[in-house]
């Protein structure tokens, strides 16, 4: 299963959420899980203009770190349409990066994070820190902890799960 989460320009919330989740994939031994993510806004460059790399957000990577996550080697990609055709499941931060995803061809395999993690009971967007305080970042990163947790178990019902350390 591919899993791709979407943000605006992939250095914060989708960085964060990649990470997390890679994590969980890790400690519930869920070997056929691949993790990915984008920025509907990554690249603000014409066709045809080289894009330079952006890494995650000082912000994202320290916050990450704190939670014993590495994002340095993290480099933000655009959200293209052969990241949503290859994707199973595509979890969005936001309602805007939702539309761009179902404009690209996604609407089948796309929802909004809250909303798949909490069964359709939640519509709420995961809050964008950049540029902010560090706490911004710590609220998002607790947030995204949470619902990418949540997602999991939806994911991979109870009993089912490899190597999970609770």
Known sequence: MRILFVCTG?????AMAEGIARRVVGERGL?????????????????????????????AILVAMEHGLDLAEHRARPLSRE?????????????RHLARVHELGGASKAHL????????ASRESIEDPFGG???????????LEREIRLAFDRLVPSGTRGGESA
């Open 83 to 95: 990241m949503v055709d290859s994707a199973d499941l595509i979890l969005a931060m936001g309602d």
């Open 31 to 59: 070997t056929d899980v691949v993790v990915e993510s984008a920025g509907t806004g990554a690249n603000p460059f014409p066709p045809g203009v080289p894009m330079p790399e952006f890494g995650a957000s000082d912000g």
């Open 10 to 14: 992939n250095t914060c919330r989708s």
């Open 133 to 143: 305080p560090l706490v911004g970042y710590r609220v998002t990163y607790e947030q």
């Open 113 to 120: 994070l809250t909303t798949f993690a909490s069964h359709g």
